[in-house]
Nanobody, 123 residues
Framework: QVQLVESGGGLVQAWGSLRLSCAASGGTFTGYAMGWFRQAPGKEREFVAAITRSGSNTYSADSVKGRFTISRDNTKNTVYLQMNSLKPEDTAVYYC????????????????WGQGTQVTVSS
């Protein structure tokens, strides 16, 4: 089982940028497709972006397309989420997730999760 640790969250003003990182350990990183999800207070966990094992293909939610970019560095066992043009509605806890299956857009598709990192966007 791979262990995941997110970092890079914080407080940022609207239209600012943040880059989240998720470091993986304890497994073969290239054996996992990776995803980012987020959960705001009182809301369900929602899909943000996902990337294939090689990094050659990505998929993003419509709400973040053109603003967020997922990438991975398989030499560093790390997946990233570059977030630009942040909006107050992006405020949430962001989670990194891993799956041995194909790219998924639902939490049920992933069985390894990090502890989450808080992102707060002020207006």
């Amino acid at each position: 089982q791979v262990q995941l640790v997110e970092s890079g969250g914080g407080l940022v003003q609207a239209w600012g940028s943040l880059r989240l990182s998720c470091a993986a350990s304890g497994g073969t990183f290239t054996g996992y497709a990776m995803g980012w999800f987020r959960q705001a207070p009182g809301k369900e966990r929602e899909f943000v972006a996902a990337i294939t094992r090689s990094g050659s293909n990505t998929y993003s939610a419509d709400s973040v397309k053109g603003r967020f970019t997922i990438s991975r560095d398989n030499t560093k066992n790390t997946v990233y989420l570059q977030m630009n043009s942040l909006k107050p509605e992006d405020t949430a806890v962001y989670y990194c997730a891993a799956t041995r299956g194909g790219l998924g857009t639902t939490p049920q598709a992933y069985n390894n999760w990090g502890q989450g990192t808080q992102v707060t966007v002020s207006s």
